[in-house]
Protein backbone atom coordinates (compact mmCIF):
# COMPACT_ATOMS: atom_id res chain seq x y z
CA UNK A 1 0.00 0.00 0.00
CA UNK A 2 1.56 3.48 -0.95
CA UNK A 3 0.49 6.84 0.34
CA UNK A 4 -0.63 8.68 -3.00
CA UNK A 5 -1.19 12.91 -3.13
CA UNK A 6 -3.63 14.03 -5.76
CA UNK A 7 -4.12 17.41 -6.77
CA UNK A 8 -7.23 18.65 -8.29
CA UNK A 9 -7.23 21.64 -10.52
CA UNK A 10 -10.58 23.71 -12.03
CA UNK A 11 -11.64 21.83 -14.87
CA UNK A 12 -14.24 19.60 -15.79
CA UNK A 13 -13.25 16.57 -16.53
CA UNK A 14 -12.86 16.83 -12.49
CA UNK A 15 -15.60 14.07 -12.85
CA UNK A 16 -13.23 11.29 -14.11
CA UNK A 17 -11.37 12.53 -11.44
CA UNK A 18 -14.13 11.00 -8.70
CA UNK A 19 -13.83 7.77 -10.56
CA UNK A 20 -9.48 7.53 -9.97
CA UNK A 21 -9.50 8.08 -6.90
CA UNK A 22 -12.72 5.28 -5.74
CA UNK A 23 -10.27 2.85 -7.54
CA UNK A 24 -6.98 3.74 -5.99
CA UNK A 25 -8.58 4.12 -2.75
CA UNK A 26 -9.42 0.31 -2.59
CA UNK A 27 -5.74 -0.42 -2.47
CA UNK A 28 -3.65 2.50 -1.57
CA UNK A 29 -3.69 5.58 0.98
CA UNK A 30 -4.98 8.48 -0.88
CA UNK A 31 -5.20 11.98 -0.08
CA UNK A 32 -6.72 14.75 -1.90
CA UNK A 33 -5.74 18.87 -2.31
CA UNK A 34 -8.34 20.80 -3.92
CA UNK A 35 -7.85 24.52 -5.38
CA UNK A 36 -10.04 27.21 -5.19
CA UNK A 37 -11.63 26.75 -8.64
CA UNK A 38 -12.05 22.69 -8.00
CA UNK A 39 -14.09 23.51 -5.50
CA UNK A 40 -16.27 25.20 -8.04
CA UNK A 41 -16.98 22.12 -9.87
CA UNK A 42 -16.91 19.17 -6.84
CA UNK A 43 -17.32 19.20 -3.25
CA UNK A 44 -14.41 18.30 -0.13
CA UNK A 45 -17.62 15.80 0.83
CA UNK A 46 -17.54 13.66 -2.59
CA UNK A 47 -13.32 13.17 -2.09
CA UNK A 48 -13.61 12.91 1.88
CA UNK A 49 -15.72 9.56 1.12
CA UNK A 50 -14.09 7.93 -1.27
CA UNK A 51 -10.77 8.58 0.44
CA UNK A 52 -11.96 8.60 4.17
CA UNK A 53 -9.66 11.36 4.30
CA UNK A 54 -9.96 14.93 5.21
CA UNK A 55 -9.46 16.88 1.95
CA UNK A 56 -6.91 19.90 1.99
CA UNK A 57 -7.76 23.19 0.28
CA UNK A 58 -6.15 26.05 2.41
CA UNK A 59 -2.16 26.32 3.05
CA UNK A 60 -3.35 27.88 6.26
CA UNK A 61 -4.98 25.10 7.90
CA UNK A 62 -3.04 23.18 9.88
CA UNK A 63 -1.86 19.31 9.42
CA UNK A 64 -2.82 17.32 12.44
CA UNK A 65 -1.29 14.28 12.62
CA UNK A 66 -1.18 12.23 16.73
CA UNK A 67 -2.75 15.60 17.57
CA UNK A 68 0.19 17.63 16.86
CA UNK A 69 -0.15 20.76 14.38
CA UNK A 70 2.11 20.63 11.60
CA UNK A 71 2.50 22.82 8.63
CA UNK A 72 -0.16 21.49 5.53
CA UNK A 73 2.16 21.83 2.94
CA UNK A 74 5.55 20.56 3.90
CA UNK A 75 3.74 17.32 5.76
CA UNK A 76 1.66 16.43 2.70
CA UNK A 77 4.62 16.35 0.62
CA UNK A 78 6.81 14.36 2.77
CA UNK A 79 3.78 11.90 2.99
CA UNK A 80 3.47 11.15 -0.57
CA UNK A 81 5.23 8.01 -2.64
CA UNK A 82 3.66 9.80 -5.08
CA UNK A 83 2.11 13.58 -6.65
CA UNK A 84 -0.62 13.29 -8.83
CA UNK A 85 -2.14 15.91 -10.67
CA UNK A 86 -5.18 15.52 -12.10
CA UNK A 87 -6.68 17.08 -14.20
CA UNK A 88 -4.05 19.64 -14.62
CA UNK A 89 -5.08 22.73 -15.88
CA UNK A 90 -2.94 24.82 -18.34
CA UNK A 91 -2.89 27.72 -14.96
CA UNK A 92 -1.35 24.95 -13.08
CA UNK A 93 1.18 23.56 -15.77
CA UNK A 94 2.04 27.03 -16.03
CA UNK A 95 2.48 27.90 -12.32
CA UNK A 96 4.86 24.85 -11.91
CA UNK A 97 7.09 25.36 -15.15
CA UNK A 98 7.90 29.17 -13.59
CA UNK A 99 7.65 27.66 -9.97
CA UNK A 100 4.93 29.88 -8.64
CA UNK A 101 4.05 28.77 -5.10
CA UNK A 102 0.70 30.94 -4.54
CA UNK A 103 -1.69 28.16 -3.20
CA UNK A 104 -1.49 25.04 -1.25
CA UNK A 105 -1.60 22.89 -3.96
CA UNK A 106 1.34 24.70 -5.61
CA UNK A 107 3.27 25.20 -2.57
CA UNK A 108 3.07 21.78 -1.79
CA UNK A 109 4.67 20.87 -5.43
CA UNK A 110 7.57 23.12 -4.84
CA UNK A 111 8.40 21.08 -0.91
CA UNK A 112 7.76 17.31 -3.06
CA UNK A 113 10.62 15.04 -3.19
CA UNK A 114 8.64 12.49 -4.68
CA UNK A 115 7.62 11.45 -8.21
CA UNK A 116 5.01 13.33 -9.70
CA UNK A 117 2.36 12.32 -12.72
CA UNK A 118 1.10 15.53 -14.55
CA UNK A 119 -2.46 14.58 -16.35
CA UNK A 120 -3.43 17.58 -18.57
CA UNK A 121 -6.89 18.39 -19.45
CA UNK A 122 -7.79 21.15 -21.33
CA UNK A 123 -9.00 22.68 -24.53
CA UNK A 124 -7.22 21.55 -27.41
CA UNK A 125 -5.96 24.69 -28.38
CA UNK A 126 -5.02 25.89 -25.15
CA UNK A 127 -2.94 22.44 -25.07
CA UNK A 128 -1.27 23.33 -28.59
CA UNK A 129 -0.36 26.94 -27.94
CA UNK A 130 3.21 27.27 -27.96
CA UNK A 131 3.53 28.21 -24.40
CA UNK A 132 1.71 25.23 -22.97
CA UNK A 133 4.29 23.45 -24.83
CA UNK A 134 7.07 24.69 -23.82
CA UNK A 135 5.95 25.08 -20.27
CA UNK A 136 5.61 20.81 -20.38
CA UNK A 137 8.57 19.95 -22.07
CA UNK A 138 10.52 22.30 -19.34
CA UNK A 139 8.23 19.50 -16.94
CA UNK A 140 9.79 17.02 -18.67
CA UNK A 141 13.29 17.85 -18.41
CA UNK A 142 12.92 18.40 -14.54
CA UNK A 143 11.88 14.31 -14.84
CA UNK A 144 8.17 14.76 -14.26
CA UNK A 145 5.98 12.33 -16.34
CA UNK A 146 4.18 13.74 -18.48
CA UNK A 147 0.51 11.85 -19.34
CA UNK A 148 -0.55 11.86 -23.24
CA UNK A 149 -4.16 13.37 -23.35
CA UNK A 150 -6.99 11.55 -25.07
CA UNK A 151 -8.31 13.01 -28.45
CA UNK A 152 -12.26 13.51 -28.70
CA UNK A 153 -15.42 15.95 -28.42
CA UNK A 154 -14.64 18.57 -25.35
CA UNK A 155 -16.50 20.11 -23.07
CA UNK A 156 -16.58 23.28 -25.05
CA UNK A 157 -17.99 21.28 -28.00
CA UNK A 158 -14.47 21.33 -30.18
CA UNK A 159 -12.67 18.31 -31.08
CA UNK A 160 -9.06 17.35 -30.73
CA UNK A 161 -6.54 16.46 -28.10
CA UNK A 162 -6.62 17.87 -24.55
CA UNK A 163 -9.24 15.17 -22.83
CA UNK A 164 -7.76 14.00 -19.55
CA UNK A 165 -6.39 10.43 -19.79
CA UNK A 166 -9.27 7.54 -18.63
CA UNK A 167 -8.95 6.53 -14.86
CA UNK A 168 -7.83 3.23 -15.83
CA UNK A 169 -4.96 4.30 -17.78
CA UNK A 170 -3.76 6.71 -15.00
CA UNK A 171 -3.62 4.23 -12.61
CA UNK A 172 -2.00 1.83 -14.24
CA UNK A 173 1.02 4.39 -14.46
CA UNK A 174 0.77 5.16 -11.29
CA UNK A 175 1.61 1.58 -10.31
CA UNK A 176 4.56 1.63 -13.11
CA UNK A 177 6.13 4.48 -11.35
CA UNK A 178 5.35 3.05 -8.15
CA UNK A 179 7.51 0.08 -9.23
CA UNK A 180 9.84 1.96 -10.67
CA UNK A 181 10.65 4.07 -7.45
CA UNK A 182 11.05 0.91 -5.40
CA UNK A 183 14.29 0.26 -6.78
CA UNK A 184 16.26 0.96 -10.03
CA UNK A 185 16.28 -2.51 -12.05
CA UNK A 186 19.89 -4.22 -12.23
CA UNK A 187 18.87 -5.59 -15.19
CA UNK A 188 22.05 -5.13 -17.47
CA UNK A 189 24.35 -6.44 -14.89
CA UNK A 190 27.16 -8.64 -16.25
CA UNK A 191 27.07 -7.06 -19.72
CA UNK A 192 29.89 -4.75 -21.40
CA UNK A 193 28.46 -1.89 -23.16
CA UNK A 194 30.53 0.74 -25.26
CA UNK A 195 29.10 3.88 -25.73
CA UNK A 196 30.10 6.86 -28.03
CA UNK A 197 29.35 10.42 -27.47
CA UNK A 198 29.67 13.90 -28.35
CA UNK A 199 30.94 15.67 -31.44
CA UNK A 200 34.59 14.79 -33.13
CA UNK A 201 36.73 17.08 -33.92
CA UNK A 202 38.75 17.58 -37.73
CA UNK A 203 41.78 20.25 -37.62
CA UNK A 204 42.40 22.65 -40.47
CA UNK A 205 45.40 24.09 -39.03
CA UNK A 206 46.39 24.36 -35.29
CA UNK A 207 43.86 27.09 -34.94
CA UNK A 208 40.50 26.03 -36.83
CA UNK A 209 38.75 22.87 -37.12
CA UNK A 210 35.26 21.14 -38.57
CA UNK A 211 33.13 20.27 -36.21
CA UNK A 212 28.93 19.82 -35.50
CA UNK A 213 26.77 21.10 -32.89
CA UNK A 214 26.26 17.70 -30.45
CA UNK A 215 26.62 18.71 -27.09
CA UNK A 216 27.37 15.07 -25.83
CA UNK A 217 24.14 14.88 -23.62
CA UNK A 218 22.55 11.88 -25.11
CA UNK A 219 25.70 9.85 -24.96
CA UNK A 220 26.15 11.06 -21.29
CA UNK A 221 22.74 10.33 -20.13
CA UNK A 222 23.08 6.73 -21.82
CA UNK A 223 26.18 6.03 -19.84
CA UNK A 224 24.82 7.25 -16.64
CA UNK A 225 21.50 5.19 -17.23
CA UNK A 226 23.49 1.74 -18.38
CA UNK A 227 25.84 2.15 -15.45
CA UNK A 228 23.17 2.35 -12.75
CA UNK A 229 20.95 -0.42 -14.39
CA UNK A 230 24.37 -2.61 -13.50
CA UNK A 231 26.12 -2.33 -16.63
CA UNK A 232 30.42 -2.18 -16.88
CA UNK A 233 30.19 1.08 -19.63
CA UNK A 234 33.43 2.40 -21.88
CA UNK A 235 32.46 5.99 -22.80
CA UNK A 236 34.34 6.93 -25.87
CA UNK A 237 33.61 11.13 -26.12
CA UNK A 238 34.30 13.64 -28.18
CA UNK A 239 35.30 17.12 -26.60
CA UNK A 240 32.27 18.58 -24.53
CA UNK A 241 31.22 20.63 -21.83
CA UNK A 242 29.69 17.62 -19.30
CA UNK A 243 31.09 16.63 -16.16
CA UNK A 244 32.84 13.31 -16.43
CA UNK A 245 30.21 10.49 -14.67
CA UNK A 246 31.52 8.54 -11.63
CA UNK A 247 31.96 5.00 -12.37
CA UNK A 248 32.53 4.66 -16.03
CA UNK A 249 35.51 3.92 -18.02
CA UNK A 250 35.43 7.52 -20.43
CA UNK A 251 38.21 7.52 -23.17
CA UNK A 252 38.79 11.32 -24.42
CA UNK A 253 39.32 12.09 -28.26
CA UNK A 254 39.17 14.32 -30.30
CA UNK A 255 39.02 13.45 -34.37
CA UNK A 256 36.90 10.62 -35.92
CA UNK A 257 39.97 8.57 -36.69
CA UNK A 258 40.47 8.82 -32.40
CA UNK A 259 37.29 7.62 -31.96
CA UNK A 260 37.51 4.94 -34.34
CA UNK A 261 40.69 3.45 -33.17
CA UNK A 262 39.14 3.91 -29.31
CA UNK A 263 36.04 1.65 -30.99
CA UNK A 264 38.51 -1.12 -32.36
CA UNK A 265 40.17 -1.14 -29.46
CA UNK A 266 37.31 -2.24 -27.02
CA UNK A 267 34.93 -3.41 -29.46
CA UNK A 268 35.71 -6.99 -28.80
CA UNK A 269 35.25 -6.90 -25.22
CA UNK A 270 31.93 -5.66 -25.65
CA UNK A 271 28.11 -7.07 -25.65
CA UNK A 272 26.98 -3.65 -27.20
CA UNK A 273 27.61 -0.78 -29.23
CA UNK A 274 25.77 2.21 -28.71
CA UNK A 275 26.97 5.11 -31.38
CA UNK A 276 25.19 7.80 -29.90
CA UNK A 277 28.52 10.27 -31.08
CA UNK A 278 28.19 12.86 -34.13
CA UNK A 279 31.14 12.15 -35.97
CA UNK A 280 32.26 13.73 -38.62
CA UNK A 281 31.88 12.66 -42.14
CA UNK A 282 34.94 14.31 -43.41
CA UNK A 283 38.31 15.98 -42.45
CA UNK A 284 40.74 17.96 -43.97
CA UNK A 285 42.87 16.04 -46.36
CA UNK A 286 45.81 18.30 -46.25
CA UNK A 287 46.06 19.68 -42.59
CA UNK A 288 48.63 22.75 -42.41
CA UNK A 289 51.15 22.73 -39.81
CA UNK A 290 51.12 26.30 -39.43
CA UNK A 291 48.01 29.03 -39.13
CA UNK A 292 46.36 29.77 -42.70
CA UNK A 293 47.13 33.11 -43.07
CA UNK A 294 44.04 35.20 -44.54
CA UNK A 295 45.51 36.28 -47.88
CA UNK A 296 42.61 35.48 -50.36
CA UNK A 297 38.68 37.01 -50.59
CA UNK A 298 38.25 32.53 -50.37
CA UNK A 299 39.49 30.08 -49.01
CA UNK A 300 39.02 26.07 -50.95
CA UNK A 301 39.53 23.09 -48.29
CA UNK A 302 39.92 19.82 -50.08
CA UNK A 303 38.01 17.09 -47.56
CA UNK A 304 38.31 13.50 -47.69
CA UNK A 305 35.91 10.95 -46.27
CA UNK A 306 36.56 9.86 -42.59
CA UNK A 307 36.19 5.91 -41.42
CA UNK A 308 32.50 4.71 -41.20
CA UNK A 309 32.49 3.43 -37.68
CA UNK A 310 29.08 1.91 -38.13
CA UNK A 311 30.03 0.07 -40.94
CA UNK A 312 33.46 -1.00 -39.24
CA UNK A 313 31.43 -2.38 -36.38
CA UNK A 314 28.82 -4.05 -38.13
CA UNK A 315 31.17 -6.06 -40.58
CA UNK A 316 33.71 -7.01 -37.57
CA UNK A 317 31.59 -7.22 -34.75
CA UNK A 318 31.09 -10.78 -32.86
CA UNK A 319 27.55 -12.15 -34.17
CA UNK A 320 26.43 -12.07 -30.33
CA UNK A 321 27.13 -8.20 -30.11
CA UNK A 322 24.35 -5.94 -30.25
CA UNK A 323 25.16 -2.97 -32.74
CA UNK A 324 23.09 0.23 -32.16
CA UNK A 325 23.04 3.90 -33.92
CA UNK A 326 21.82 6.90 -33.84
CA UNK A 327 20.21 8.78 -37.44
CA UNK A 328 19.29 12.62 -36.73
CA UNK A 329 17.59 13.82 -40.29
CA UNK A 330 15.80 17.02 -41.21
CA UNK A 331 14.20 15.15 -44.04
CA UNK A 332 13.07 11.27 -44.85
CA UNK A 333 13.80 10.56 -41.00
CA UNK A 334 12.29 6.47 -40.88
CA UNK A 335 13.23 6.16 -44.97
CA UNK A 336 17.04 6.75 -44.45
CA UNK A 337 17.03 5.67 -40.92
CA UNK A 338 15.74 1.91 -42.00
CA UNK A 339 18.71 2.58 -45.11
CA UNK A 340 21.52 2.89 -42.31
CA UNK A 341 20.15 0.28 -40.40
CA UNK A 342 20.33 -2.16 -43.43
CA UNK A 343 23.30 -1.28 -45.00
CA UNK A 344 25.38 -0.91 -41.97
CA UNK A 345 24.77 -4.36 -40.50
CA UNK A 346 22.46 -2.96 -37.14
CA UNK A 347 20.40 -4.53 -34.78
CA UNK A 348 19.11 -1.11 -33.44
CA UNK A 349 19.19 2.58 -35.10
CA UNK A 350 17.27 5.80 -33.02
CA UNK A 351 15.98 7.93 -35.56
CA UNK A 352 14.91 11.81 -34.58
CA UNK A 353 14.67 14.86 -36.95
CA UNK A 354 16.41 18.38 -36.00
CA UNK A 355 13.09 19.96 -37.35
CA UNK A 356 11.27 18.76 -34.12
CA UNK A 357 11.13 20.99 -31.36
CA UNK A 358 12.91 19.48 -28.09
CA UNK A 359 14.66 16.86 -30.00
CA UNK A 360 18.41 16.88 -31.46
CA UNK A 361 21.28 18.73 -30.10
CA UNK A 362 21.86 20.65 -27.10
CA UNK A 363 18.20 19.67 -25.58
CA UNK A 364 17.85 17.97 -22.29
CA UNK A 365 14.98 15.88 -24.46
CA UNK A 366 14.32 13.90 -27.47
CA UNK A 367 12.03 12.75 -29.63
CA UNK A 368 12.60 9.45 -31.18
CA UNK A 369 11.73 6.38 -32.69
CA UNK A 370 13.16 3.20 -32.67
CA UNK A 371 13.84 0.84 -35.48
CA UNK A 372 14.83 -2.65 -35.08
CA UNK A 373 15.03 -4.89 -38.18
CA UNK A 374 11.10 -6.64 -37.02
CA UNK A 375 9.52 -3.52 -35.50
CA UNK A 376 9.33 0.71 -35.01
CA UNK A 377 8.11 2.24 -32.11
CA UNK A 378 7.87 6.01 -32.00
CA UNK A 379 8.07 7.61 -28.82
CA UNK A 380 6.53 10.56 -27.27
CA UNK A 381 9.25 13.47 -26.00
CA UNK A 382 10.83 12.53 -23.02
CA UNK A 383 13.77 13.75 -21.27
CA UNK A 384 17.32 11.81 -22.87
CA UNK A 385 17.76 9.91 -19.48
CA UNK A 386 14.32 8.24 -20.21
CA UNK A 387 14.68 8.28 -24.05
CA UNK A 388 18.33 6.07 -22.58
CA UNK A 389 16.68 3.84 -20.62
CA UNK A 390 13.95 2.89 -23.60
CA UNK A 391 16.51 2.19 -25.56
CA UNK A 392 18.66 -0.02 -23.05
CA UNK A 393 15.34 -2.08 -22.92
CA UNK A 394 15.64 -2.86 -26.50
CA UNK A 395 18.82 -3.31 -26.58
CA UNK A 396 18.59 -6.05 -23.63
CA UNK A 397 15.71 -8.09 -25.63
CA UNK A 398 18.05 -8.24 -28.77
CA UNK A 399 20.68 -9.62 -26.85
CA UNK A 400 18.87 -11.98 -24.99
CA UNK A 401 17.35 -13.26 -28.12
CA UNK A 402 20.78 -13.26 -29.74
CA UNK A 403 21.41 -15.60 -26.58
CA UNK A 404 18.22 -17.61 -27.04
CA UNK A 405 16.99 -16.77 -23.85
Keep these: MANILLGISGGIAIFKVAQLVSNLSKKHQVKVIMTDNA ?10 ALTKNKVYTDVFSPYIEDEEYKISHIELAKWADVFVLAPATGNLIGKMASGIADDLLSTCLLASRSPILLCPAMNTYMLNNPATRENLEKLIQREVNVMETESGDLACGDFGN ?34 SAGPTVEAIDPVRFISNNSSGKMGYAMAKVAKSRGADVTLVSGPVNLETPGGINVLKVKSAEDMFQA ?13 TAAVSD ?8 SKIKKNDESLILELEK ?73 LEIMS ?3 VSDKVLDKVLSIFKNKKGE
Aim: glycine residues 6%; proline residues 1%; negative net charge.
Design 306 to 378: NPDILAWAGEHAEAGTVLCGFAMETENLIENAKDKLEKKGLDLIVANSLNEQGAGFGTDTNIVTLIAKDSLEQ
Design 282 to 289: YRVKNFSE
Design 39 to 48: LKFMSTEVFE
Design 263 to 275: IQRNLSSADTLIM
Design 384 to 386: KAK
Design 162 to 195: GKLASPESIETEIERILNDNKEIKQDLAGMKILI
